[in-house]
């Protein structure tokens, strides 16, 4: 045995175990094959998340299993003070039992992020008489492809744990891991001419695998090392057993034809298809589906998933994603070929594809079987006259939305067409609708939009938006408060109610744009205009500095104050820009001086602002990097990773010509000072100097700047520092109309 396998070897003890676990609730293969009530099963992982979550209350939840049915999950609420009884049909849908209780009789919310259960009382309060939640849908899926990237590859089992408890207090009951993947590929590869050494150069850097498995790029920010695919596989293995543990599905890569460089040469039975280029990056080759080698391949990496992460039922994979090139292989043939390889090495299981642009083509839907399918829809809210029925022939879907891109620190999503949207498809004659999709591309901000779309599987009716959201003000900080009603009633008008049609995000920061006076934008896809009224969020601003001094204690309240603060400056950007350009463009020198300084200054406010909050600052992501070597060479590898991610994106062409520049802009305290404040700094300047000297501005290169940064190995405060509330109250002060 070569490289990893030594180490795959160990867990191959416990996959016969978890062959009897793999069909958790929600697999549509479940129905087919199992009673129609479920066996019990143990308590006793929603009992250690409960203690994680709430530890001084955990002890007053009383955790009943039931038999799932035919009809679905359910879970109901009931007992007496100090004594709550949650009953459900899974350890995932008992803790979602948990968490209706908390935000509906205690009035509390635990978020992701931020929460308020530091208010509850020490005796938990009586529900009312017995609450019922049937789920309305069987599906209920999270985390998009480029997940592990624009929300931190670098992670610790900590930060898992924590990402899988809130996925479960939510309702979510299946989860795409990604994590561990490469070494899957590293072990199957081996067995088809290729040295680990050529493997671990070809794949990227853990922060852009997403796209290395998406059969988009390869070899960037590696070479990897051995150890790290064995830390990343050991990582990777502990969430899937989690999940399983909770009743909840791990969603793993499937195989689909990706193959290093100079596969025909290694095996000249085994025909590739070139891939051509995507934004700027060569894209590995497509492996023939129709071949005998192909189904060789397949078969070795199910064979190696399954020894390093244990069985599942749903396998996520897409062919010819954004662009890629089927030559002369029938699309239909490659995928009934490829069903054909998942169906040899997982019998029943289902084949997840996303709703993205124009895939999955009728040629994929038409040649397989779709009751094995799962299509997860990203653009259910983006734009009108969707007949998702017609488009994919009947094939089972879920309602999702991507309300965010590439992790940008901008709040806002489309919730009101959520909330008259998803049920009238779900209801509507014929509907193939069968679950939700929580698909933001980074994750772990926007909570109130994280908290009202996943609440949606669990209503069998309309949801009223507008009542949602006064309830939700009530307990964002752990009661309710007139100033903080009327902030999320601004928010919610605002923000929050975008629209279908173009979008399902809202509008990016200028401050984190590559400088050009005409900037509409940062990320080259972001809308190019304001999507919502800011006066809106400013407004908001001045209601959230008026809640009660009792409520300003929840860490809630805290992020939110941050984060609308930090929205507020922001949109600013987009009004002072314009007016910056008119003073240069009229060569008005003391009037672009005084604007340019006014830019400036906002943007050492905002930086001052974000430093106040743990989840607005750059040094844990780059911490979290660095954590991960043990060389002086492996930690200056992984963070020019997890730096270049967030600005550069990748090599010249893919950040200049590509347009892959600033697509993960956000918003954090240390990237703002030392890289957006700086770009602007340099530009401004420039235009001062040609300004004052009659000359064209000097011509900057972005990218050395930029990449500059990215080789930087400064370290960055990992705690906060600072006053939330005197920071947001500058903010406002600063702003036009500041009174509110």
Do not use: C
């Not at 993947?181 to 990227?204: C, K, M, N």
């Not at 839907?365 to 022939?393: C, F, P």
């Amino acid at each position: 045995m070569r490289g990893l396998r030594p180490w795959a070897a160990v867990h191959a003890a416990t996959a016969l175990l978890l062959l009897t676990t793999a069909l958790t609730p929600g697999f549509p293969s479940a129905a087919a094959s199992s009673p129609p009530e479920r066996a019990a099963f143990s308590t006793g992982p929603a009992r250690a998340a409960l203690a994680r979550l709430l530890p001084r209350h955990a002890s007053q939840f009383s955790l009943v299993p039931a038999a799932r049915p035919d009809s679905g999950d359910w879970f109901n609420v009931s007992g007496r003070p100090g004594r709550v009884r949650v009953r459900g049909t899974s350890p995932a849908v008992i803790l979602s039992g948990v968490n209706w209780y908390l935000k509906h009789t205690a009035g509390v919310d635990l978020g992701w992020p931020g929460r308020s259960t530091g208010r509850l009382p020490r005796t938990l309060p009586r529900p009312d008489g017995t609450v019922h939640r049937q789920a309305s849908v069987p599906h209920r899926f999270a985390l998009n492809d480029t997940d592990d990237g624009y929300s931190g590859a670098y992670r610790d089992w900590a930060a898992y744990e924590k990402q899988i408890d809130l996925l479960a207090l939510h309702g979510v009951n299946e989860v795409f891991v990604q994590m561990g993947a490469d070494a899957v590929y590293h072990e199957t590869f081996q067995e088809f001419g290729y040295s680990g050494r050529e493997l671990r150069s070809w794949i990227p850097g853990p922060a852009h695998q997403p796209w290395w498995l998406m059969q988009n790029m390869s070899g960037f920010a590696g070479p990897v090392s051995e150890r790290l695919l064995r830390d990343r596989a050991d990582l990777g293995r502990r969430i899937a057993d989690r999940l399983r543990q909770l009743g909840m599905t791990p969603v793993l890569p499937g195989y689909f034809g990706t193959v290093p460089p100079g596969f025909t040469d290694r095996n000249p039975a085994g025909p590739v298809v070139p891939q051509g280029q995507w934004v700027g990056f060569d894209r590995p080759d497509w492996l023939d589906p129709r071949s005998e080698v192909f189904r060789r391949v397949a078969a070795s990496f199910y064979r190696h998933q399954r020894q390093l992460f244990g069985d599942t039922s749903m396998f996520k994979m897409d062919l010819l994603h954004e662009g890629g090139r089927p030559g002369d292989v029938p699309v239909a043939d490659a995928a009934r070929a490829v069903m054909d390889a998942l169906q040899t090495a997982r019998p029943g299981a289902v084949w997840t594809l996303i709703g993205w642009q124009n895939n999955p083509p009728a040629a994929i839907i038409d040649a397989v079987d779709r009751s094995r399918l799962l299509i997860v829809d990203g653009l259910s809210d983006r734009y009108d006259g969707l007949d998702r029925e017609t488009t994919w022939h009947g094939t089972p879907y879920a309602f999702g939305t991507i309300p965010n891109f590439g992790g940008h620190t901008t709040v806002g999503a489309n919730t009101a067409v959520w909330a008259e949207r998803f049920d009238r498809w779900r209801t509507k004659p014929g509907s193939a609708l069968a679950g939700i999709a929580y698909l933001p591309e980074g994750t772990g901000g926007n909570p109130a939009a994280y908290e009202l779309f996943t609440e949606l599987a669990w209503r069998t009716g309309p949801l009223d938006q507008r009542a949602w959201f006064a309830a939700y003000a009530s307990r964002r900080y752990g009661g309710p408060d007139p100033h903080a009603a009327r902030a999320w009633e601004l928010l919610r008008t605002g923000p929050y109610s975008t629209p279908s049609g173009t979008w399902s995000e809202s509008q990016d920061s200028l401050f984190t744009a590559r400088p050009r006076l005409t900037a509409t934008s940062a990320a080259s896809w972001s809308p190019g205009a304001m999507r919502y009224d800011p006066d809106t969020v400013r407004l908001a601003l001045a209601e959230l500095l008026k809640v009660a001094p009792e409520l300003r204690a929840t860490d809630a309240y805290r992020f939110d104050l941050v984060d609308v603060a930090r929205q507020a400056l922001a949109n600013r950007s987009r009004s002072l820009l314009p007016r910056i350009k008119a003073a240069y463009d009229s060569a008005d020198l003391p009037r672009f001086r005084a604007l340019a300084a006014e830019w400036n200054t906002d943007l050492a406010l905002l930086d001052r602002l974000l430093a106040t909050d743990t989840r607005f600052l750059l040094g844990p992501w780059l911490e979290d990097a660095t954590s991960w070597g043990r060389t002086p060479a492996e930690r200056a590898a992984a963070e020019f990773d997890a730096r270049s991610i967030l600005t550069t994106w990748g090599h010249r062409s893919g950040s200049d010509t590509g347009g892959l520049r600033d697509y993960a802009n956000r918003e954090w305290s240390g990237l703002v000072r030392d890289f957006y404040a700086v770009r602007w700094a340099t530009y401004l300047d420039s235009l001062d100097t040609a300004l004052a000297t009659g000359r064209p501005p000097a011509a900057i290169d972005w990218f050395t700047l930029e990449n500059a940064w990215n080789q930087e190995r400064d370290p960055y405060p990992v705690r906060p520092s600072g006053d939330p509330v005197s920071a947001a109250t500058a903010v406002l002060d600063a702003l036009p109309g500041a009174t509110g």
